[in-house]
């Protein structure tokens, strides 16, 4: 079986934390770096997760930071949602080696055009580290396979406005360069996300597993499943797990060809992800929009991941 070569982009984060477990589990998939952008909280706090996750997987790729705001405007965090820390919950311990000293989009730069078969990345924050690799290094796109990423919504509605899902409404711009970019993209957003739970009883059979690995994610979905209980959610929704999985595993999604633009300079839709859904329209799709998810395979996916480890 030839894997597929991956770059991880990501803001740890609870789900992002999740989504390397899955991914580093899934053996169709080769990473090759993670790279970490400022996102649910600041880059040094992301970046600090980023290893320390890593390390309680008993995983040293290379690692590399990118970008502590986004392209054009202030970061915005979610500290409501994955607490001070960005990962509040476990005890994990700091991790005794370093990243690389280069940003984020040199070593992507340098895996993609080094790479003989072309490289799929997975960003799991918001877009920013892209953004900045595909304005400095265009010839990048020519040897990516696919973006798989986690951010937007089609059809339903935002999570951090009301138009707009958190990864694309911090850093618009990178988005829209993203979307117009021409590299295929698979989106992962709410439509999907949020039928992507973990339900509670599933929460417990990975509580059982024991080991690091499964404790690790156990305490991430008790802190990070509070907040969304509260809003009425019946488990956990796994975001960023959804984009490593439509990688790894796509016979698990319903997928539909779309048009979809990123709203800059709305008055009230900025961040938005506005897709064309008319049967007549002839706007040249640009994504393949995750719609529905079989979610009990899905978890039987996340829980073996766990087990992997075990
Ligand atoms: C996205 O926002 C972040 O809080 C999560 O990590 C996920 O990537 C969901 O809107
Ligand atoms: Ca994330």
Same mark, same amino acid.
């Given at each position: #079986?030839?894997?597929?070569?991956?770059?991880?982009?990501?803001?740890?984060?609870?789900?992002?934390?999740?989504?390397?477990?899955?991914?580093?589990?899934?053996?169709?998939?080769?990473?090759?770096?993670?790279?970490? /952008?400022?996102?649910?909280?600041?880059?040094?706090?992301?970046?600090?997760?980023?290893?320390?996750?890593?390390?309680?997987?008993?995983?040293?790729?290379?690692?590399?930071?990118?970008?502590?705001?986004?392209?054009? @405007?202030?970061? %915005?965090?979610?500290?409501?949602?994955?607490?001070?820390?960005?990962?509040?919950?476990?005890?994990?311990?700091?991790?005794?080696? %370093?990243?690389?000293?280069?940003?984020?989009?040199?070593? $992507?730069?340098?895996?993609?055009?080094? $790479?003989?078969?072309?490289? /799929?990345?997975?960003?799991?924050? *918001?877009?920013?580290?892209?953004?900045i690799l595909f304005t400095a290094y265009p010839e990048v796109k020519r040897n990516i396979a696919r973006i798989s990423l986690m951010g937007g919504s089609v059809m339903a509605g935002g &999570?951090?406005?009301? =138009?707009?899902?958190? &990864?694309?409404?911090?850093? +618009?711009?990178?988005?829209?360069?993203?979307?117009?970019?021409?590299?295929?993209?698979?989106?992962?957003?709410?439509?999907?996300?949020?039928? =992507?739970?973990?339900? +509670?009883?599933?929460?417990?059979?990975?509580?059982?597993?024991?080991?690091?690995? *499964?404790?690790?994610?156990?305490?991430?979905?008790?802190?990070?499943?509070?907040?969304?209980?509260?809003?009425?959610? +019946?488990?956990? *929704?796994?975001?960023?797990?959804? =984009?490593?999985?439509?990688?790894?595993?796509? %016979?698990?999604?319903?997928?539909?060809?779309? @048009?979809?633009?990123? %709203?800059?300079?709305?008055?009230?839709? /900025?961040?938005?992800?506005?897709?064309?859904? @008319?049967?007549?329209?002839?706007?040249?799709?640009?994504?393949?929009?995750?719609?529905?998810?079989?979610?009990?395979?899905?978890?039987? #996916?996340?829980?073996?991941?766990?087990?992997?480890?075990?």
């Amino acid at each position: #079986m030839q894997k597929i070569p991956v770059i991880i982009d990501c803001d740890p984060g609870h789900d992002d934390a999740i989504a390397l477990v899955l991914a580093f589990a899934t053996e169709k998939l080769d990473i090759k770096a993670v790279t970490v /952008t400022g996102g649910n909280q600041t880059l040094a706090k992301t970046l600090r997760n980023a290893k320390k996750v890593l390390c309680c997987l008993g995983k040293q790729p290379p690692v590399a930071a990118g970008a502590d705001k986004p392209m054009f @405007r202030d970061l %915005e965090i979610a500290a409501e949602v994955h607490g001070e820390s960005g990962l509040d919950g476990p005890n994990l311990p700091d991790p005794p080696w %370093e990243e690389l000293p280069m940003p984020a989009w040199e070593l $992507s730069r340098d895996i993609i055009l080094q $790479s003989r078969q072309p490289v /799929t990345l997975i960003p799991t924050g *918001p877009l920013t580290n892209i953004g900045i690799l595909f304005t400095a290094y265009p010839e990048v796109k020519r040897n990516i396979a696919r973006i798989s990423l986690m951010g937007g919504s089609v059809m339903a509605g935002g &999570n951090w406005s009301a =138009a707009a899902e958190f &990864n694309i409404l911090v850093d +618009p711009e990178a988005a829209d360069i993203v979307f117009r970019s021409g590299v295929p993209i698979t989106m992962s957003g709410l439509d999907v996300t949020h039928k =992507a739970l973990i339900l +509670p009883e599933e929460l417990e059979s990975i509580r059982a597993l024991q080991g690091p690995v *499964p404790r690790m994610v156990a305490e991430l979905i008790d802190f990070y499943y509070k907040y969304h209980a509260a809003q009425g959610f +019946p488990g956990a *929704p796994m975001h960023d797990p959804c =984009a490593v999985a439509a990688v790894a595993a796509p %016979e698990l999604f319903t997928m539909r060809d779309m @048009r979809v633009d990123i %709203e800059t300079k709305g008055a009230h839709t /900025t961040g938005m992800t506005l897709a064309d859904i @008319r049967s007549w329209s002839d706007a040249k799709p640009n994504v393949s929009v995750c719609l529905d998810i079989d979610r009990p395979a899905f978890a039987r #996916m996340l829980i073996s991941a766990c087990k992997n480890y075990h």
